[in-house]
Nanobody, 124 residues
Framework: QVQLAESGGGLVQAGDSLRLSCAASGRTFSTHVMGWFRQAPGKEREFVAISRSALSTVYYYADSVKGRFTISRDNAKNTVYLQMNSLKPEDTAVYYC????????????????WGQGTQVTVSS
């Protein structure tokens, strides 16, 4: 069982930065695929950034955030981060952290474990 808790959301202006954190419980954190997803009102949940494992340098980013967002992990703290720079109003959404030992498609929403989400609102 893995439990996830996001934090760091808030209301910012366009061009600002935010860092989201996701604290994970469980000893298998380092081997799990960890991801950040988001869901805007009236839209489907979509992937934002994925880290394959703590020992991997393979990352995936949605085209819409590439070059602006960075996913990282701190194994000692069992925490995954999403650094968001140059935020845009279209980044407004609830951001979710997700984890899975071996997702069939890492960019899909078919992950076993999810956090409660944290709201990010970007004003123009």
């Amino acid at each position: 069982q893995v439990q996830l808790a996001e934090s760091g959301g808030g209301l910012v202006q366009a061009g600002d930065s935010l860092r989201l954190s996701c604290a994970a419980s469980g000893r298998t954190f380092s081997t799990h695929v960890m991801g950040w997803f988001r869901q805007a009102p009236g839209k489907e949940r979509e992937f934002v950034a994925i880290s394959r494992s703590a020992l991997s340098t393979v990352y995936y980013y949605a085209d819409s955030v590439k070059g602006r967002f960075t996913i990282s992990r701190d194994n000692a703290k069992n925490t995954v981060y999403l650094q968001m720079n140059s935020l845009k109003p279209e980044d407004t959404a609830v951001y979710y952290c997700a984890a899975d030992a071996n997702p069939a498609i890492v960019t899909s929403v078919d992950y076993a474990y999810w956090g409660q989400g944290t709201q990010v609102t970007v004003s123009s």
